[in-house]
């Protein structure tokens, strides 16, 4: 018996009345069930009376035998053993006679909810600036400003009981007086928490660290939101902590708890042992027992029908609900607000403490909390939000605008506010002023009243006080769908790239997709890319979908938004849709041996990109085509256009240039107006189609071989015309296209034989070329190519931050022992695929390490996903690295360096590792890191099958550059082994190696008839090595020097041709003396580059 109902978790009325010992008779007035917590024990129980005049709670010793209990007495105290084997021990009374239990009802512990407002909360002051005005006397009748305070501490928690507001004074403000005020009451409070439904709890023992025992479950039947009718609610058993995230679908779930845990074990490095979830469909299926099976956690899952065995999960529902519920009245927000408020809700309970006096975040995270308290304010009152500087409208408007505070950021000092303009939207800022008495429904009286804040932009400016201008007053109710279309919008520190069409319509650049997407089904089309017909009987139609993505400079920098509707190509049927599918691209490697030629020699280069379909000349476009070449002449002539100047890359249309030769039908996409029946007979090659990518190189190259153009056998995407200085040569990789000449004139003239066959955009001088930034040096004949802004948005999306930097890819190969989780097994394809582009692109060092990690794609383990991110700790420290290509009349025309690593990797059976580097006078052009197809016997042979894989890639760029006119004469391939460099020249040597595979023997033919020779070159001069072993710091930094991967430095010269001066980053200058070879070394205690010790800086004398 109890004689407080708050103690029952369920609660029924029922009438009756107890005998007490002096044949007093008490009234009963309830009936339910009880939890009562004993140390770190749980004892249910049952059927338990409610008696408001009971002196004291009682136990009955017979009701816990007759439920199964059983109970010991001895002269120390008294054992209860209930039937799950929990066991609750408790000492006697000596001086009065009784055995007494000392603990909390779970109900108590969870969650106060009375009604009554703190009224001893002294108003010690805000722990942030709080404007004075900002006096809360919102709907209760005090005016004294002790409980004025007190009151709005109790509205910026979420409206907590007496004793938790109490406790977060002692907590956050380091005060205990005692209530001096009578009770006030509070409207909000009465309201929200007026039903009281009790829930249960099951849990025996309480967990003892984070994510050892996780609680979850859903919220259901949110009507008032157009998008969002559920929410996830999750709760850490030991610190109590709530997670709390609205959800479209009941399916969603799953996908939301995975991705909050594989956080939450991220942050706290430790993995979830049990989870306790009660039996719904969503927990059910076999993605969960996927994730359960991949991840091995335990899954406690409620008997259908009982969810006393989720209990901490349901009561963590009745709280979140009710402080919901209490914060939209206390601001008569409006109940679409509600996934706002549930997430408000949680994060105050997250700072609130617990009946045990902790406070959750603390308890998890084991981080202080007097930050976050700090920024708190009332959920829905009316703030003035700063206007940016770019988004300002004149010296005379507005510095901020009405909002209603929604939110807050976990990680920073920032709120979520709901602007009050038109349109309606929803924004982060960490600049506002706040005035908490005052809500949504205060709005129409002082919301839409300008305020102008005086800024002063320049020293010595004076205040302006401007004249306050009035504007029409917009109805709450007109806001509200607005706001249901921005859900979710907020800016964030990784760009969102590719949303899905979802995200950008819910997006705050929602109105950008929107036109993006309108151009281009307006774009299709005008040019024809479809013909609306009647579906035919019996055909199948091919599926669309429009993708989205957001367009960047070679910075990183978002310039544009597109969208592009494409084909769903994997719906097409072999032999009936399309027949043949292969599109050759230009190599990485030819593209690279260009660039080094031109820098070589000085040539030209430009880049474009082809767009859509054949252009018309008329005479005045003619004309003005003329025009604008000769002014772009005269422009090149006079100065080089530097990177902001010109035209950014865009992926375009070029596929739209080709006809298709199937008939193909697709359905039209939703918002194209097509009537019920009708479809799309594509006639061009739209993107996706499996055959669009054959059908615009074929295209492409009758059209090149037209204008007199021949193609480069050994590179289909390679062409060139003329000799001499009135050579050309276009590179295509699918539309993305380079012009390279000798002359200024040669180019320009291509361009327009293009610009004549297709629409194109011209970038002029190339400083980018498929997301390479390329920057030129033309006095210095220098290029530098690298990857630094595209390498942040990856850092910034998958590197986690907790780590620090590295020098070194990789220390050594790791062996998968640790299977890990699904989520990150997700994100190492993700993250290799990445690093797969940087190695095959402009980062050879990384070679090695990228291949090692690809070969564990299916099964990653844990070890592999620490190594990726070892990788991404590498490229932190070395991001402004790049490939550097220098003019070198000394260097041979074309060598390549050799080296193999025997049998040293015990992951792969033993077999060894290749590597080759490629430079075109001097310059690396190519390089590859290969795992040879067998196993072979001694280093000999491990070094002669790697320089038969080198000499390969030599004779290609050979061929390459003899097509464009280039004489090589005979290459040089190097070896560090002399065992292998015997083999390859004298034939007498063959018996050593007749049983390996005949292929191998290739570079001996090569030899003996003079196509490329091989000659020995030393351990710690081969370029190669790099590449086929891990090694350590100083050999990394070496290694880099040697294939000239460099940062930027700045060079200026001195008064005399015998010195420079290099200026780093720091900002410190280094003299030094001018050597024989006509360089300039920088060594020693001072480094430009900081991923070396010694740079070498070609120097030409005026």
Not at 194 to 201: E, H, L, P
Not at 552 to 570: E, I, Y
Not at 616 to 637: A, E, K, N
Not at 968 to 997: E, F, M, R
Request: aromatic share 8%; glycine share 6%; proline share 4%.
């Amino acid at each position: 018996m109890v004689n407080d109902e708050r103690m029952l978790l369920t609660s029924t009325s029922k009438a009756g009345q107890i005998s007490t010992a002096g044949d007093k008779r008490l009234q009963v007035k309830a009936i339910g069930d009880a939890s009562l917590r004993v140390s770190e024990a749980t004892i249910q129980l049952l059927d338990v009376l409610y008696v408001p005049k009971l002196n004291a709670n009682l136990l009955s010793v017979q009701g816990l035998i007759e439920n199964g209990a059983r109970v010991t007495f001895d002269e120390f105290g008294t054992t209860i053993r209930q039937n799950d084997g929990i066991q609750v021990q408790f000492r006697r009374n000596r001086r009065q006679g009784r055995f007494e239990v000392r603990g909390q009802a779970l109900a108590l512990e969870l969650e106060e909810t009375i009604n009554d407002v703190p009224e001893d909360n002294q108003n010690t002051g805000r722990l942030d600036d709080v404007p004075e005005d900002n006096q809360n006397t919102g709907n209760r009748d005090s005016n004294s400003k002790e409980d004025k305070d007190s009151y709005l501490w109790h509205e910026r928690f979420g409206h907590p009981g007496r004793d938790k507001t109490r406790q977060i004074r002692v907590h956050y403000l380091s005060t205990d007086e005692r209530m001096e005020h009578e009770s006030k009451h509070c409207n909000a409070c009465s309201q929200g928490k007026q039903t009281r439904a009790w829930m249960s709890q099951s849990e025996s023992k309480r967990a003892r660290a984070p994510l050892e025992l996780v609680h979850v479950d859903l919220m259901t039947d949110f009507k008032d939101h157009a998008n969002y009718h559920y929410a996830l609610v999750a709760v850490d058993d030991f610190s109590s902590l709530i997670y709390v995230e609205p959800l479209c679908t009941k399916g969603a779930a799953l996908t939301a708890l995975r991705r909050w845990i594989t956080r939450m074990e991220r942050a706290m490095d430790r993995k979830l042992k049990t989870l306790c979830s009660d039996n719904g469909g969503e927990w059910c299926s076999l993605g969960a027992e996927d994730w359960q099976t991949q991840e091995g956690f335990k899954w406690q899952k409620s008997v259908p029908g009982t969810s006393v065995q989720n209990g901490r999960a349901e009561r963590a529902i009745r709280s979140v609900q009710e402080k919901m519920r209490s914060m939209l009245i206390g601001r008569a927000c409006p109940r679409e607000l509600w996934l706002y408020a549930i997430t408000a809700a949680a994060h105050v309970m997250n700072l609130t403490p617990s009946a045990t006096k902790t406070i959750p975040h603390e308890a998890f995270y084991g981080t202080t909390t007097h930050k976050l308290a700090q920024q708190l304010q009332v959920f829905g009152c009316l703030a003035w939000v700063h206007v940016q500087r770019k988004d300002q409208q004149g010296k005379y408007r507005a510095r901020a605008k009405p909002a209603i505070m929604i939110g807050y950021n976990d990680k920073h000092k920032a709120w979520k506010f709901c602007n009050l303009d038109q349109p309606a939207s929803i924004q982060w800022s960490n600049s506002a002023t706040f005035h908490e008495d005052k809500g949504w429904s205060d709005c129409q009286q002082e919301a839409f009243k300008p305020m102008v804040t005086a800024e002063v932009k320049e020293e010595g400016a004076t205040p302006t006080t401007v004249e306050e201008e009035t504007r029409s007053e917009a109805a709450v109710e007109d806001l509200l769908p607005a706001i249901d279309s921005t859900v979710g919008a907020a800016n964030t520190a990784v760009l969102n790239l590719d949303p899905t069409l979802g995200e950008a319509m819910n997006g705050e650049d929602a109105q950008l997709w929107k036109e993006a997407i309108r151009k281009e089904l307006e774009g299709l089309e005008a040019m024809g890319t479809w013909e609306v017909v009647h579906q035919p009987p019996g055909v199948p139609l091919v599926d669309s979908k429009v993708v989205l993505w957001l367009k960047l400079d070679a910075d990183g920098v978002p310039v544009k938004h597109k969208a592009r509707l494409v084909a769903r190509g994997f719906t097409q049927r072999e032999g009936i849709d399309y027949q043949e599918t292969f599109s050759p691209v230009a190599p990485l490697g030819a593209i690279r041996a260009i660039l080094a030629l031109a820098v070589q020699n000085n040539w030209e280069v430009h880049a474009l990109d082809i767009t859509c379909h054949d252009s018309v000349m008329t005479p005045l476009v003619f004309i003005l085509d003329l025009t604008l070449t000769l002014c772009s002449f005269l422009l090149l002539l006079s100065f080089p256009l530097t990177k902001r100047d010109r035209p950014v890359r865009d992926i375009t249309m070029a596929y739209l240039n080709s006809t298709l030769k199937e008939a193909i039908y697709m359905k039209p996409p939703e918002g194209s107006g097509v009537v019920p029946g009708q479809v799309y007979k594509v006639v061009k090659g739209l993107y996706g189609l499996k055959q669009s990518g054959r059908e615009w190189n074929q295209e492409f190259d009758r059209s090149l071989q037209r204008m007199g153009f021949f193609q480069v056998e050994c590179a289909p995407c390679i062409y060139t015309k003329g000799q001499g200085e009135d050579m050309a040569i276009v590179v295509i990789y699918v539309n993305d296209t380079l012009v390279i000449a000798p002359r200024l004139e040669t180019v320009l003239k291509v361009k327009k034989q293009i610009g004549q066959r297709w629409k194109m955009e011209d970038s002029g001088e190339v400083s980018h070329f498929l997301g390479i930034k390329i920057s030129r040096d033309r006095v210095m004949r220098t290029m530098m190519i690298g990857q630094s802004g595209y390498i942040d948005q990856v850092l910034a999306k998958h590197l986690d931050k907790r780590t620090k930097p590295t020098m070194v890819p990789m220390q050594s190969i790791p062996e998968g022992t640790i299977v890990t989780s699904a989520a990150q097994q997700k994100e190492y394809l993700v993250i290799v695929g990445k690093l797969l582009w940087f190695a095959n692109s402009t980062w050879p060092d990384l070679s090695l390490t990228v291949g090692v990690l690809a070969r564990h794609m299916r099964e990653p383990s844990q070890e592999h996903y620490q190594a990726a991110q070892w990788v991404l700790r590498y490229l932190e420290s070395t991001k402004q690295v790049g490939l550097v290509y220098r003019a070198n009349e000394s260097q041979e025309p074309l060598v390549v360096h050799s080296d193999a690593n025997w049998a040293s990797d015990t992951t792969i059976q033993r077999r060894s590792t290749s590597g080759s580097v490629v430079l075109v006078y001097g310059n690396l052009v190519a390089w590859k890191s290969v795992t040879q197809k067998c196993v072979s016997l001694s280093a000999v042979e491990v070094e002669f099958i790697a320089a038969t894989e080198a000499t390969c890639e030599l004779l290609f760029l050979k061929q390459l550059l003899r097509s464009i006119g280039i004489a090589t004469g005979t290459p040089t391939v190097y070896s560090d082994n002399t065992g292998c460099i015997q083999v390859s020249k004298d034939p007498a040597q063959h018996w050593k190696l007749k049983h390996i595979n005949t292929k191998y023997h290739f570079i001996r033919n090569n030899v003996q008839e003079g196509r490329v020779q091989i000659k020995y070159v030393d351990t710690t001069r081969n370029l190669a090595d790099v590449l086929t072993k891990p090694i350590g710091r100083q050999a990394m930094q070496q290694a880099r020097s040697g294939l000239h991967l460099q940062t930027p430095a700045v060079v200026y010269k001195m008064g005399s041709p015998s010195y420079v001066t290099v200026l780093k980053n720091g900002g410190h200058t280094l003299k030094q003396q001018h050597n024989e070879q006509g360089t300039y070394a920088v060594e020693g205690g001072v480094e430009v580059d900081k991923a070396a010790q010694s740079v070498e800086i070609v120097f030409t004398a005026e």
